[in-house]
Structure formats: C-alpha cells, structure tokens
C-alpha cells in the first residue's frame, strides 16, 4: 500500500512539474490554455483532497479506541 503522505508528495510533484512545463506546451500550441487551467485545478484539488484525507486519519486516535 502506498502511504497518503507518499501519494500527496507524487501529486505535488507531478503539480510543480506541469506548472513548470504548461506555459511553454501553451504556447507552442501543443496544449490549450483552457485545458491547462483545468488540468491544473483538478490536480491542486487532489492534493487538498488527500492533505484532508491525511489530517482525519491522524485525528482518528483521539477519539478513542476503534471497535
């Protein structure tokens, strides 16, 4: 299994990467602007997604033990 905290590193680091590589694939055409954008929000709200997910799982302990 492969931990949240590793899941949210490779998709932080696959965000920086397309933030980086978009704006020249933008303009040479290869790839659309609006698709750009939306790609990009798509995968900062992954990473928000999995930081909630990783922030509940760590609250689990202080609610008592599981049944």
């Known amino acids: 299994?492969?931990?949240?905290?590793?899941?949210i590193?490779?998709?932080e680091r696959?965000?920086?990467?397309r933030r980086q590589c978009y704006p020249a694939w933008i303009m040479?055409?290869?790839l659309d602007a609006?698709?750009?954008?939306?790609?990009?929000?798509?995968?900062?709200e992954i990473v928000r997604?999995?930081?909630r997910l990783e922030?509940?799982?760590?609250?689990?302990?202080?609610?008592?033990k599981r049944l």
Not at 1 to 7: D, N, P, R
Not at 14 to 17: C, E, I, N
Not at 56 to 61: I, K, M, N, V
């Open 14 to 17: 696959a965000l920086a990467w």
């Open 28 to 30: 040479s055409g290869t």
């Open 34 to 44: 609006g698709d750009a954008h939306s790609q990009l929000r798509v995968l900062e």
């Open 49 to 51: 997604t999995l930081m």
């Open 9 to 11: 590193a490779e998709a």
């Open 1 to 7: 299994m492969i931990s949240l905290g590793e899941q």
């Open 55 to 64: 922030a509940e799982q760590r609250q689990l302990p202080l609610f008592g």
